[in-house]
């Protein structure tokens, strides 16, 4: 795949599709910051593993929710390589229970790390790449966002918003030669998911046209694509990944 730009950022990158994406992007060619909150070790191994295959990566720490912090590793990067090509917010949660149940506390801790850390980025981004009239930023949102889920009204809000925000951005953006997309992935085998029962996961296999969970490898060429110049002249589009779930 073909990449004008040089370096790219990938919130959540220790572990599941953060992960995942961090390899595959190193794979073309890119340089690969991999941001982490508290997995380390697990930053440390990404890293290992891109270095092991002939790739450059970093590994920077930061809580995404925090501004601060979040402005402290574009500013880390553009010191150190001189601009930020690509952005992928990755970092998510979730903090499921019926909504009967679910506190504001619960409810606002989702949207805080699922679209407030992402706003955060775009924003950051847009800054630094505006300079260069250059980049292009991928949102990791969900099919929960585009057809809801009980048990995830938090969850929902925030890829659904995450999925309006990618629009906004991308309008704003275009004329600075900025692009900003969406992937909406389905159910992916990583720890978020293999916290479900398995007679839930049963239930949603049997649901998916193509009858399996998908790979963090299948979002991660996704990723890939959007970011690259085979889509130079896609922006604002909120890409589904997700075995035919929804459609
Ligand atoms: P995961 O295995 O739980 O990994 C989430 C990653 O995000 C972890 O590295 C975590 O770091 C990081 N993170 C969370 N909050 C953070 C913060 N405030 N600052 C920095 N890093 C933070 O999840 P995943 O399944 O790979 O999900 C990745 C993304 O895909 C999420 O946005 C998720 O909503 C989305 N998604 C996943 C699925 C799925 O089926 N798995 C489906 C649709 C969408 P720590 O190690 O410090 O916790």
Same mark, same amino acid.
């Given at each position: 795949?073909?990449?004008?730009?040089?370096?790219?950022?990938?919130?959540?990158?220790?572990?599941?599709?953060?992960?995942?994406?961090?390899?595959?992007?190193?794979?073309?060619?890119?340089?690969?910051?991999?941001?982490?909150?508290?997995?380390?070790?697990?930053?440390?191994?990404?890293?290992?593993?891109?270095?092991?295959?002939?790739?450059?990566?970093?590994?920077?720490?930061?809580?995404?929710?925090?501004?601060?912090?979040?402005?402290? %590793?574009?500013?880390?990067?553009?010191?150190?390589?001189?601009?930020?090509?690509?952005?992928?917010?990755?970092?998510?949660?979730?903090?499921?229970?019926?909504?009967?149940?679910?506190?504001?506390?619960?409810?606002?801790?989702?949207?805080?790390?699922?679209?407030?850390?992402?706003?955060?980025?775009?924003?950051?981004?847009?800054?630094?790449?505006?300079?260069?009239?250059?980049?292009?930023?991928?949102?990791?949102?969900?099919?929960?966002?585009?057809?809801?889920?009980?048990?995830?009204?938090?969850?929902?809000?925030?890829?659904?918003?995450?999925?309006?925000?990618?629009?906004?951005?991308?309008?704003?953006?275009?004329?600075?030669?900025?692009?900003?997309?969406?992937?909406?992935?389905?159910?992916?085998?990583?720890?978020?998911?293999?916290?479900?029962?398995?007679?839930?996961?049963?239930?949603?296999?049997?649901?998916?046209?193509?009858?399996?969970?998908?790979?963090?490898?299948?979002?991660?060429?996704? %990723?890939?694509?959007?970011?690259?110049?085979?889509?130079?002249?896609?922006?604002?589009?909120?890409?589904?990944?997700?075995?035919?779930?929804?459609?």
């Amino acid at each position: 795949m073909k990449f004008s730009g040089t370096n790219v950022l990938v919130t959540g990158a220790s572990r599941g599709i953060g992960a995942e994406i961090a390899k595959t992007l190193a794979g073309f060619g890119l340089k690969v910051w991999i941001n982490y909150r508290s997995g380390l070790e697990a930053a440390e191994a990404v890293k290992a593993e891109i270095e092991a295959a002939g790739g450059q990566a970093a590994i920077i720490k930061a809580d995404v929710t925090d501004e601060d912090q979040f402005n402290a %590793v574009i500013k880390t990067i553009i010191d150190s390589d001189g601009e930020l090509s690509y952005l992928v917010n990755n970092a998510g949660i979730t903090r499921d229970k019926l909504a009967l149940r679910m506190s504001v506390e619960d409810f606002n801790a989702v949207i805080t790390a699922n679209l407030t850390s992402a706003f955060i980025g775009c924003k950051g981004a847009l800054k630094v790449m505006g300079k260069k009239r250059f980049g292009s930023i991928v949102n990791i949102s969900s099919i929960v966002g585009e057809m809801g889920n009980p048990g995830q009204t938090n969850y929902s809000a925030s890829k659904g918003g995450l999925n309006a925000m990618t629009k906004s951005f991308a309008k704003e953006a275009a004329a600075r030669g900025i692009r900003y997309n969406a992937i909406t992935p389905g159910f992916i085998q990583t720890d978020m998911t293999d916290e479900l029962k398995d007679e839930v996961k049963a239930e949603y296999e049997r649901n998916i046209p193509l009858s399996r969970f998908g790979k963090p490898s299948e979002v991660a060429e996704a %990723v890939a694509f959007l970011l690259s110049d085979h889509s130079s002249y896609i922006t604002g589009e909120i890409l589904k990944v997700n075995g035919g779930l929804y459609v």
